[in-house]
């Protein structure tokens, strides 16, 4: 279940973990540009959840996913917009995340699993089907001591945050600040990220409030 505090959190590593290990493969990456403003949004269209235009106000959201068979529920107490249903027949919870002053700057989705069984499968699945959309992205995976790939203990360790499985497609330009990321959470569920250059600020503005 979401909280504001466990997706800030969350929000952090999976950027610094994405920005570090395109950065590690292309050291002529420039650096992300944290102060990122609205227009450049209109360079972010290829990577949208049901092609819902980055700073979308709050009606035109839940239109959309209503119209997509998606149950909508209450704005929940960070601003963001809950909802539920089925993506590639799995059982898929989400949040359309909003800016205060700037509209929808994130899509979160969630595909759950029954203590992880088939979690794997679905996240092959996942990234065959964004592949297909978007192209080949880049695949990571590392695993910290005393694990390691092959061991039998994957699952273990990715439960305790020590083995980490994600793909990422960046945004324009090789934009680490924007893009696409799926990736295995700590439950063994599957997370997929889209994130507008909109959603660093916002992130910024809830960091400051979180303590």
Do not use: C
Request: glycine share 8%; proline share 3%.
């Amino acid at each position: 279940m979401k909280t504001a505090m466990k997706h800030l959190l969350r929000s952090t590593v999976l950027l610094l973990a994405f920005t570090g290990a395109t950065r590690a493969q292309d050291s002529t990456l420039k650096e992300r540009t944290p102060n990122s403003t609205p227009s450049r949004t209109a360079g972010e269209i290829r990577y949208r959840f049901l092609d819902i235009p980055w700073a979308s106000q709050a009606s035109k959201i839940r239109a959309e996913l209503t119209s997509h068979g998606f149950t909508v529920s209450a704005t929940d107490r960070d601003g963001d917009i809950p909802f539920s249903g089925r993506i590639l027949d799995h059982e898929v919870s989400g949040w359309a995340m909003m800016s205060p002053t700037n509209g929808l700057a994130k899509f979160q989705i969630v595909f759950q699993t029954r203590n992880g069984v088939g979690y794997r499968d679905i996240y092959r699945e996942v990234v065959t089907t964004m592949t297909q959309k978007y192209g080949a992205g880049e695949d990571h995976a590392w695993f910290e001591s005393p694990y390691e790939s092959g061991d039998g203990y994957e699952d273990t360790a990715i439960r305790v945050d020590k083995g980490h499985i994600f793909t990422t497609w960046a945004g324009p330009g090789g934009d680490t600040a924007t893009g696409l990321i799926v990736d295995i959470s700590k439950a063994l569920s599957i997370d997929v990220e889209y994130e507008s250059s909109l959603w660093h600020k916002e992130l910024e503005r809830r960091r400051s409030k979180a303590f």
